[in-house]
């Protein structure tokens, strides 16, 4: 199917009502759920993380348009979850032991959800057994995010901790103060510069 | 930072510098004007006490009220170098949510407005019912003056109320409950302003209220433009009508709206992040219009070597020794998790200018 142009401009447009009802119309008229997620949805949000990236729209816009991209997933994800079709891959995040701050974290969440992936959201403050618990749960990445100079040396210590215990998930990282000159520093695979970028960082380290 | 570690160092030149030298607040006040001071100046409008402790005079007793007629951190500030002494005008503020404590707070949730009856049933405080008679009866070291600075800001106290996501949603949702709130604290927040600047011994004010994350404004800039910046224009007003000089702390990418910035009115902005808007950038782009404050990264200041960090400093100050609209300083503020030494260097090069 071609995109769906109401769905696709009421998720930027953040109209959670419309998309709730564009999407059970379809639905009840036969569309394929995968299709009007992969076609519609999902390059919504996409959209959303550019015209963010570009600083065209800003994190109020992005978030109502996020709430509105879950309104269709609520009627979505039940029927792709019958049909047995897998999210695009599964994925663990939090904020790292002694930072409170989760505004980004969540922003991220949102985007990753909004581009197909299963997403655990760890909260704030987490340990490390936190993050090793979610690999084991299966996180095939783990993105760990920090605001402060003071929490950043946390990321370390995880990176540091899953190796010593033997295992290898790719990591993210990124956060006020973080930079990819630090993720390297810490043997970590990506650093995302904002929430859309995270998200393009996520697809390059699953894909390598 | 113990202050074993600080006390060990009181020998060393650096203090013996600042000891001496004399508080001069017309350096200040020139630098907001946009012109030359008499000497290099620096500039901080927060210090951890953990500084502040060890430099006060023994002689005045410890006292932790942060108003900026307080002897004991008058005492400290003017032994630290600076002209002035920073804090707040009364113990007036907001109904701010309580957050657990930690090493930072999170504001993505744990507002407690959610409606019209919640707001309203909130313990609102009028400015006005709070003591400000220790502005007046001040006893500073001479040459040195006061700056008062604001309980939050109007954006930041809106936030904390709401908490971020769920005033991102009421923004769309609920435009009639945002503008009674912000009602609610504008007209407390100019009230606060309006009795500060009215105060002779206060010299200059400060609003304190972060606009923008690393890579953006937090809201938008059109609705910065419509919900905050008007309340921030009669603010502005209400210390310019005192003849009073008023600074704009706010943390963030704002490179969309320093231009509203300047238009406000305000004397001088501080809080700089090389992440987001380096300050020789921002001097190089609006400092001919508008005068900078402090500025040296927070990240640079705590990872650097004292020598990059003095390289920078005299190069800041180079830059700007012959327009002036500068003092020098941190991005932010100085926290104890900042090496004293590399809070030393920083100032030691306008010490010794």
Redesign the interface.
């Known amino acids: 199917m071609a995109v769906h142009e109401g769905i696709f401009n009421a998720i930027i447009k953040g109209k959670r009502k419309d998309v709730g009802t564009l999407v059970q119309e379809q639905v009840n008229a036969g569309a394929k759920p995968d299709e009007l997620l992969n076609e519609s949805m999902i390059p919504a949000m996409r959209e959303v993380g550019e015209r963010f990236s570009r600083n065209e729209v800003y994190v109020p816009e992005m978030l109502i348009a996020a709430r509105a991209m879950a309104a269709g997933l609520v009627i979505i994800e039940p029927l792709l979850t019958a049909k047995g079709i897998e999210p695009k891959g599964k994925v663990a995040i939090g904020t790292v032991k002694g930072d409170l701050h989760d505004i980004g974290k969540n922003l991220v969440v949102m985007m990753l959800k909004g581009a197909g992936y299963e997403v655990v959201d760890l909260g704030v403050d987490c340990p490390n057994e936190k993050y090793e618990e979610a690999v084991k749960n299966g996180a095939q990445v783990l993105l760990l995010s920090a605001l402060l100079t003071t929490t950043m040396p946390a990321m370390k210590e995880v990176v540091d901790y899953l190796r010593s215990k033997g295992l290898q998930p790719k990591i993210i990282i990124g956060g006020a103060p973080v930079t990819q000159e630090y993720a390297n520093e810490i043997g970590a695979q990506g650093y995302g510069r904002d929430a859309n970028d995270a998200v393009k960082v996520v697809e390059r380290v699953l894909a390598a | 930072m113990p202050f074993e570690r600080i006390r060990g160092v009181t020998n060393d030149p650096t203090i013996q510098l600042m000891k001496t030298r004399e508080p001069n607040f017309n350096n200040l006040l020139k630098i907001l004007k946009n012109e030359k001071p008499d000497r290099p100046t620096i500039f901080e409008f927060a210090i951890t006490g953990n500084y502040l402790k060890p430099n006060a005079d023994p002689s005045v007793p410890e006292c932790w009220d942060w108003f900026p007629s307080n002897p004991f951190l008058a005492s400290a500030h003017k032994n630290l170098g600076y002209d002035f002494c920073c804090g707040m005008g009364s113990k007036f503020g907001f109904p701010t949510p309580k ?2 404590k ?8 744990g507002g407690v407005v959610t409606d019209q009856k919640s707001l309203r049933s909130l313990d609102w405080k009028n400015p006005e019912d709070f003591d400000y008679t220790h502005l007046e009866k001040a006893i500073l070291p001479d040459g040195m003056g006061m700056i008062v600075r604001s309980p939050g800001g109007v954006l930041e106290v809106l936030t904390e109320l709401f908490g ?2 769920e ?3 009421q ?2 949702d609920e435009p009639e409950l945002i503008e009674e709130t912000l009602e609610m604290i504008g007209t407390r927040m100019v009230k606060y302003f309006e009795i500060c600047a009215s105060i002779p011994q206060v010299g200059v004010l400060l609003h304190s209220d972060d606009w923008g ?9 059109s ?1 910065l433009r419509e919900l905050i910046i008007p309340w921030h224009k009669k603010i502005v007003e209400a210390c310019h009508k005192q003849g009073k000089p008023v600074i704009l702390h706010s943390c963030g990418k704002l490179d ?1 709206v320093y231009e509203d910035i300047i238009a406000l009115g305000y004397d001088a902005k501080h809080s700089f ?1 090389d ?1 987001a808007v380096q300050i020789e950038s921002a001097l190089e782009r609006w400092g001919d219009r508008m005068p900078m404050l402090g500025g040296i990264d ?2 640079f200041l ?2 650097k070597s004292p020598e990059e960090i003095r390289a920078r400093a005299r190069k800041l100050l180079e830059m700007t020794a012959d327009k002036g609209g500068y003092a020098l300083g941190s991005g932010n503020s100085i926290p104890d ?1 900042m090496p004293y030494e590399n809070f030393q260097a920083m100032n030691r090069v306008a010490l010794e200018w």
């Open positions: 957050h657990e930690g090493a930072s707070v999170g504001l993505a949730h971020f996501e005033l991102c949603y923004i769309a994350f690393k890579s953006s404004t937090i809201l938008s800039p609705q969309e992040e992440a927070m990240d705590c990872r998790y």
